[in-house]
């Protein structure tokens, strides 16, 4: 890459795409950490993005889908932190796509007050450029979601969804895309969507998430590249104040 095109990345202006920054309090309040200055929690997600990207790296990936075997593992939280944490570096731009048509939440945790998602896309006639929203932070776009449906599996395979997944993967050629997808003990969604992602992060909850559902949910994955497998909520973690702590083991 050139010092042409890494300047173009930590100097882009959205124009059509409409920016709302974040503010600090609803940063703190829904441990957007990474937006935050000198949290010691960042350190976290710095580790992770640099065995992620290598990951991406070496096998020429530039798609990956967040999962978790249950609801509540913090799969979209590691999302939301973990794009802000790949958008960081100049080398490329990270598009996040809120997947999870049954409980999307990635709108919730940048703070973005929005009217439509793509449910709305898939349904309706509303164009994806519509949708599309800056939180505050340079190289990252959101595509969020908004309302929820009980068929999710069959709008996640319609045509029309499997063109806009190419689209969005191949319009840049230094984006990162990351899909935050429905747990995967809870419907066939992910099952069905995993030929638009080229790997997988797995987020599992420390004392939550049994050795039958990791397990299963392995076996779910098991036709697709495993990025890593993280470990969420840990329990006596060294930062007491979120509650919260990670552990990453590559596959």
Not at 182 to 204: C, G, N, R, T
Not at 234 to 250: D, E, Q, T
Request: hydrophobic share 45%; aromatic share 6%.
């Amino acid at each position: 890459m050139t010092k042409t095109q890494q300047h173009a990345f930590s100097s882009i202006k959205y124009t059509r795409t409409r920016s709302v920054a974040v503010s600090p309090d609803v940063m703190r309040e829904r441990r957007l950490i990474m937006g935050l200055r000198n949290d010691p929690h960042a350190d976290v997600f710095r580790l992770l993005r640099t065995q992620v990207l290598k990951q991406l790296r070496e096998n020429n990936w530039t798609s990956l889908a967040v999962v978790a075997p249950t609801a509540e593992c913090g799969k979209t939280f590691v999302t939301a932190n973990l794009a802000i944490a790949l958008a960081m570096e100049v080398n490329q731009t990270v598009l996040v796509v809120d997947a999870d048509l049954r409980n999307p939440q990635v709108a919730w945790y940048y703070g973005l007050d929005i009217e439509k998602g793509l449910l709305d896309y898939l349904q309706t006639d509303v164009p994806v450029e519509d949708l599309l929203v800056n939180p505050g932070f340079e190289r990252l776009v959101v595509l969020p979601g908004k309302h929820t449906t009980s068929v999710s599996s069959e709008l996640l395979s319609l045509p029309k969804m499997t063109a806009l997944v190419e689209e969005l993967k191949s319009r840049y050629q230094s984006r990162i895309v990351l899909f935050d997808l429905p747990p995967l003990l809870s419907s066939d969604d992910a099952l069905l969507f995993m030929p638009h992602f080229d790997a997988a992060l797995l987020v599992v909850e420390d004392g939550k998430s049994s050795p039958e559902e990791v397990q299963r949910s392995l076996a779910i994955l098991g036709e697709t590249n495993l990025a890593g497998t993280l470990l969420n909520k840990v329990k006596g973690a060294v930062f007491p104040r979120y509650r919260y702590g990670l552990g990453v083991k590559n596959a």
